[in-house]
C-alpha cells in the first residue's frame, strides 16, 4: 500500500484484509549497502509498505543514519559515529558510492510513499538529547502520523512518549517475557517489535487485545516466514524484502 497514509491507517488496513505488513529492514540490503538512500529506494520500489532504518546523534546534533556506533563494518572510515560531526561522516563511503543519509533525506525519499520505523540507537553508548532532536525533525517535516520510533532501549521510549505523546512508539525485546503487556505499558509504548523467534500466537493475542501494534525482525528464511505465518504479527521486517515479499500473505 502505497501513498498518503498515516502509520495507523497503513496498520488499521492491513487488518481489515488480513495482511501482514511489508517492511524492508535497513532498506533492502540484499541487492544495496544497508541503511542508504539506494537501499530504502529499491524497498520502496520491491513494493514494501515501511522501512526501518537505524539513527544516531552526532557531534554537532544532527540525525544520521546507519546501524552500529563504530564506522568499521559498513564504512571506509574507523571509530565512533558519535564522535563525528555529520560533515565528516558524510565524506565516507557507505559502499557503492552511497553516503551515510541524513535523517532528513531519508524522510523525503519516504515522505506519502510508505511508513518510517526508526530505532534509536541508544545501546550500549547512550545520546542524551536524541530523542528531543528526533521529535523536533519529525514536527518541522509534518512526518509525526508516518512515522513510528522504536529502541531497545525502553526507558529511552518513555522518555520519548513524556515528551511527545502523539509519536506512535515501540520497544523492541529479544526475550519471550512473562508480562510483555507490563513490559509495553511500562515504556507507554504503542508497538511491541519482537524478535521473530521469541514471538508466539498467545502473545500476539494478549498484546493485540491491549491495543498493541506487533512487529517482527528479522524474517529471512523459510523457518522464519513458517513462524511468522502461525504467530500473524502486523508487520514483518526482512532483509530480503524482494525474496519474502511475494511469500508473505
Ligand atoms: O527492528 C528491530 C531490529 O532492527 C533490531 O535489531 O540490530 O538489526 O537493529 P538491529
Ligand atoms: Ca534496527
Not at 507490563?182 to 500466537?201: C, E, V
Given at each position: 500500500m502505497q501513498g498518503p497514509y498515516t502509520m495507523r491507517q497503513r496498520l488499521e488496513a492491513a487488518r481489515a484484509e488480513e495482511r501482514m505488513l511489508l517492511g524492508g529492514h535497513r532498506g533492502n540490503p540484499a541487492d544495496h549497502p544497508e541503511n542508504t538512500l539506494a537501499s530504502f529506494r529499491s524497498a520502496i520500489e520491491l513494493g514494501c509498505d515501511m522501512v526501518e532504518c537505524d539513527v544516531h546523534l552526532t557531534t554537532d546534533g544532527e540525525l544520521a543514519v546507519i546501524h552500529d556506533h563504530t564506522l568499521e563494518r559498513t564504512t571506509n572510515g574507523s571509530g565512533l559515529v558519535g564522535a563525528h560531526t555529520l560533515a565528516e561522516l558524510r565524506e565516507l563511503d557507505a559502499g557503492q558510492g552511497e553516503r551515510i543519509p541524513l535523517l532528513e533525506e531519508l524522510i523525503e525519499l519516504v515522505r506519502d510513499r510508505v511508513g518510517l520505523v526508526i530505532e534509536t540507537k541508544q545501546n550500549p553508548i547512550p545520546y542524551p538529547g536524541l530523542e528531543e532532536k528526533l521529535v523536533a525533525t519529525l514536527r518541522e517535516q509534518g512526518m509525526v502520523e508516518q512515522v513510528s520510533v522504536i529502541s531497545f532501549h525502553h526507558l529511552c521510549i518513555r522518555h520519548l512518549k513524556e515528551v511527545a505523546p502523539d509519536v506512535d512508539a515501540g520497544i523492541i525485546d529479544a526475550s519471550r517475557p512473562?508480562?510483555?503487556?507490563?513490559?509495553?505499558?511500562?515504556?507507554?509504548?504503542?508497538?511491541?517489535?519482537?524478535?521473530?523467534?521469541?514471538?508466539?500466537?498467545a502473545m500476539r493475542a494478549e498484546l493485540r487485545a491491549a491495543g498493541a501494534a506487533v512487529g517482527v525482525w528479522t524474517v529471512d528464511d523459510d523457518l522464519s516466514l513458517l513462524w511468522t505465518r502461525v504467530c500473524r504479527p502486523d508487520s514483518v521486517f526482512t532483509n530480503r524484502p524482494g525474496e519474502i515479499g511475494p511469500k508473505l500473505n
Open positions: 512473562i508480562d510483555p503487556v507490563g513490559m509495553l505499558r511500562a515504556a507507554r509504548a504503542d508497538l511491541y517489535s519482537s524478535y521473530f523467534g521469541t514471538l508466539d500466537p
